[in-house]
């Protein structure tokens, strides 16, 4: 069955940097477009960042362009965040979750990594 | 940015009772839109796609329905696991998702 663990969360100051990582398996990484979605203590949920399988195509959230970078290593069946310049309101969990392949939803996600922004 | 409006914010029902959970788009959406179900401390997990079509391993007494900028989510009979939040998310112009249903028991 599809798996995905991320790490890479912690607490960090404003104006900080972070890289979260979600490892895969279960499932043939490299043919999956893979997203990364944050949900806000108590709070809803709100999607981050989305790359195609291959990498070539890759959309942010307007809140998080240009702080954040998304990356993956097929070989490594792994998926990255890199988070600069973050600030109070990134405070989140942090999901990796694999799309669906009919469609721009998600079928597996991960159990969540915490980031939290504060001084 | 589309906005999905959930109603009602919370639905306190007993098990055995049917659920039915409003979702309504600011704009159309056309049958772009999925529900999901997260319990506490959980990651959410797809219930329905493209309006109505339900996901693997998803039961029956989970369905889907509407088009364009009003959808359903109903839960036929409810178990004493379907108590959770349940989401919905469009993917017709970006993706949002909706503020979320609390499903408790009565």
């Known amino acids: 069955e599809a798996q995905l663990v991320e790490s890479g969360g912690g607490l960090v100051q404003p104006g900080g940097s972070l890289r979260l990582s979600c490892a895969a398996s279960?499932?043939?990484?490299?043919?999956?477009?893979m997203n990364w979605v944050r949900q806000s203590p108590g709070k809803g949920l709100e999607w981050v960042s989305y790359m195609s399988s291959s990498g070539i195509t890759i959309h942010y959230a307007d809140s998080v362009k240009g702080r954040f970078t998304i990356s993956r290593d097929n070989a490594r069946n792994s998926l990255y965040l890199q988070m600069n310049s973050l600030k109070d309101e990134d405070t989140a969990v942090y999901y990796c979750?694999?799309?669906?392949?009919?469609?721009?939803?998600?079928?597996?996600w991960g159990q969540g990594i915490l980031v939290s922004v504060s001084s | 940015e589309i906005v999905l409006t959930q109603s009602p914010a919370t639905l306190s029902l007993s098990p055995g009772e049917r659920a039915t959970l409003s979702c309504r788009a600011s704009q159309s959406v056309l049958n772009y839109l999925a529900w999901y179900q997260q319990k506490a401390g959980q990651a959410p997990r797809l219930l329905i796609y493209d309006a109505s079509i339900r996901a693997i391993g998803v039961p029956a007494r989970f369905s889907g329905s509407g088009s364009g900028t009003d959808f359903t989510l109903t839960i036929s009979s409810l178990e004493p696991e379907d108590f959770a939040v349940y989401y919905c998310?469009?993917?017709?112009?970006?993706?949002?998702f909706g503020g979320g249903t609390k499903v408790e028991i009565k």
């Open positions: 279960g499932f043939t990484f490299k043919n999956s477009s």
């Open positions: 998310q469009q993917r017709n112009n970006w993706l949002t």
């Open positions: 979750a694999r799309n669906l392949h009919s469609g721009w939803y998600f079928d597996y």
